[in-house]
Structures are given as C-alpha cells and as structure tokens.
C-alpha cells in the first residue's frame, strides 16, 4: 500500500510540473552523470608527460610589470615639520602643497593642548565608537559642531576619506537616483558606487543642465507613477570642488531641490573653515539656510589641523549614521588627542573670527597674482583656498602632460618653492582629470611670499615648457 501511495504521489508531481521544468531537469541529470563519467575514465598521464608539463609551466608574476617612470615611485622625502615652510629632499622650500589653510598645524596652543590629553588618554581609542571606543572628546566635539553649524547633532568619523563614502550609501540604495556633479572627489565617488543607486551626472556646476535632466525624469515618472513614488531621489554636491577650485551655485540647487523634492547633501571638506565671515562654509558665504540642506559633511583634515571628518543635520540625520555609517560603526574612533586638536581649532575660530577674513585675502593675492603666468593657466574661484595650474598649450595625452608637470614641479623644489601634482587614480575615476599643479593657499603667507613662488613658478614653466 505504502509503494502504491508513493507511486501516486510521484505521479501527480509529474503530472502538474510544466514540461520545460521537466525537460531542463532531465538536462542536468544527463550533464551531471556525463561529467562523473567522464572525470572517471580521463585518461591517466604518463609519470614522463607530467614531469615535462611541470617543467613547462610558468607562473604568472604575483605582481605584474612596473614603469620606472611611474609617478608613485617618484618618492620626495619631507625632513620637517609641516608648516608655512618645510624641508622636501634637503631643500627648505615655501610649502604651497599642504592644505593647511589656516596655519593650525605650526600652531604651538593646539600642539599643546593635543599633548595634554595624549597624557591623559593614550594614543589611540583602540576601538570603534559603538563598543568601547567613545570618550568624552568625542561627544564634546560632536555637541561643538552641532552648536557651531546651528543644527541638532553631529556625527564624528575618524577619517575624513571615509566620512562621505559611508554617509551617501547610509540612505541611498538600489533603485533610488542620485544627482551628482561629474566634478565631485574620488570620495563621494565611491560612495555612490557603494550605494548601488541608479547615478545621473550633470555638467559641472550648470544648474540648467541639472534642471534639464530633472524634467526628462519627470516625464518618466508621469508614466510610470507607482514606482516614481517609491523612488527617493538625492542631490550630491561640493561647496568648493577639489579637483577644480570652484563654488557651487547653491541658491540655484536649493531651489531646484525644493521643486522636485531632492534630498540636498553637501560636502564642505575645502569650504568649511575658509568661506563665510565666521568659517561656517558657503552656506555662510551665499547667505543659504542649513535647514536647506539635508546632509552637510566636511573633513577636518584642512582647516582644523588634525584628520577625521564629520556630518552635520537633524537628530534623524546623525542617529541613522551611527546604524548604517559603515565608516563609523567598523572603524577604531578617533585618537582622542587629534579630536582635542578638532576642539582647539573650534575655539580659535569662534575666538578669532578674523582668521577667515585673512585667508580671504590671502586667496585674493594668489588668484590675482597667478592668473599672469604665460606658460601655465588659473583654475579656481579667487575666494577658494584650493586653486590648479594647467599647461596653457594643451598635450595630446595625459601622459605627456603629467610628466611635464611632474618635471616643473621637481625644478621649483630645487628652487625653494614646494608644489605638487594633484594625484589621481585615473583608471577609476568616473571622468579623466586632466593632469595639474594643485596650490593650496596657506593664511599665513604674505606679499613677498606669493610674489617669490610666482617668479619662482613662472621662471620653470617657461624653461620647461
């Protein structure tokens, strides 16, 4: 009975199984068992024949082959501390490389309150902020950002790179859109490579080319209404971008963020601590509400004299992070003395809100002052800390720019003027960058500063170029 039930049962899969399941089932049957045959009956080598395919075979390099002339190879040695001045391969040079805005890092009260509370606490937090990892400093530093910014709460990262590339895919997913700039850093790139989302870029800082691709969404989305209303939509910008030197339009963003209820972040790594009367970044300086925007992250590796970054908005904005910040929850948090040296920089700007005027100024000089050069031209808006020299004459290739420019810059060294080639992975990057000189403006430079590392500047690049 129990054989016969069994029989049925068998049969009324059979029975209610599509044929094409049935017809693909026997195909892998019949691919499996052949396989098992035929991996039985191979043929066997001879002891001789395995013997010569041993001594035949060559691996491939664990490594593959390096051009000498590659630029990662080409290794300049710093024998000093970092400052308005220092010391690259013996030769003491004016330092317009490091993006040491504000001068902080020379600054001996901040040295000396980050050494006050390494004797406090150690070097290192040895662990990340959600187990054993956050101290006091940490959540003072967070309650002074918040305060500073105006908004409710801030979230400390311990590495400025990772603070973006972990905040964009904390709330952009699969099938979301994002809206983004073709200029942003490599670090909102990977962040938006993370999130998986559908990405739509526009051209740099053209707010009509951003509202053209809104409206051609628009018309997708009147056909298709059920999934346009499941589908959130993001918009990733930079207050000044690195790789160009140049403010956003962000009263032209923000309105476009209200019409077609974008979700605005803002990264402000070069723009904090430089625009506005008081530092507080281009919101300050274009006069734009902080509640505009939804996400405003910076790092502090520029004018804050330490490393780390943060992200700034609602109670919402920051608690989400500490959840899904992939760069917040895995990493060690950051070393107590540096969020003390976050701290102290803090204080010097609400204390010394002339500082940024200074910096101002100092940009102003740059911009005017190297904008004549003949052999080389000025990208970056005059206010921006950060500013690129190109070839004037452009190269047929990347190449053979790069190496031009890795060739002025090795001569102004030998000649007291430290500047260096802004480096990019140019493989991975979402669009080529063209090769350049990347100027950081430093607030204590003066006249004769400038003018020294123009005459400096332009001498190479006529010889060279």
Known sequence: MIGIQLFNEIGTIFRNTPTFALVLETLL???????????????????????????????????????????????????????????????????????????????????????????????????????????????????????????????????GFSTVASAIPAYAKRGDLIYVDEAVNFAIQKGLDASRSTIVFFKHNDAKDLERLLMEQEKRDQKNPKKAQKTRRFLVVEGIYMNTGELCPLPELVALR???????????????????????????????????????????????????GFCVGSHFIAEHQRLSGLGYIFSASLPPMLTQAAISSLDRFEREPQIFEQLQQKSRLVQQQFKLFSKLQLRGDELSPVKHLYVAQERDSFESESKLLAKVADKCIEQGVAVVEAAYLQNRERKPVRPSLRIAVSRLLDEADILSAYKIIESVSSAVL
């Open 258 to 308: 209200k019409q077609y209820k974008l979700r605005l972040f803002l990264d402000e790594s070069v723009s904090f601590g430089t625009l506005g009367k008081t530092g507080r970044g281009i919101t300050e300086h274009l006069n734009v509400d902080r509640d505009e925007i939804d996400l405003i992250s910076a790092g502090m590796e520029g004018s804050m004299a330490t490393i780390g």
């Open 29 to 159: 049957l019949i691919t499996v068992v052949w396989l098992l045959l035929y991996k039985r009956g191979g043929r066997r080598l001879t002891k001789e024949q395995q013997e010569y395919l041993i001594e035949q075979y060559e691996p491939e390099p664990l490594v593959p082959d390096t051009d000498p002339d590659h630029p990662l190879l080409r290794t300049r040695f710093v024998q000093s501390k970092v400052g308005k001045r220092i010391v690259v391969d013996g030769v003491d040079c004016l330092n317009l490389g490091s993006h040491n805005y504000l001068g902080f890092l020379e600054d001996n009260d901040i040295l000396e309150e980050a050494c006050k509370c390494l004797r406090k606490y150690g070097v290192g937090s040895c662990g990340p902020r959600g187990f054993y990892g956050t101290m006091d400093v940490h959540l003072d530093l967070e309650d002074r950002l918040a305060k500073f910014m105006g908004l409710e709460e801030a979230i400390v990262y311990s590495y």
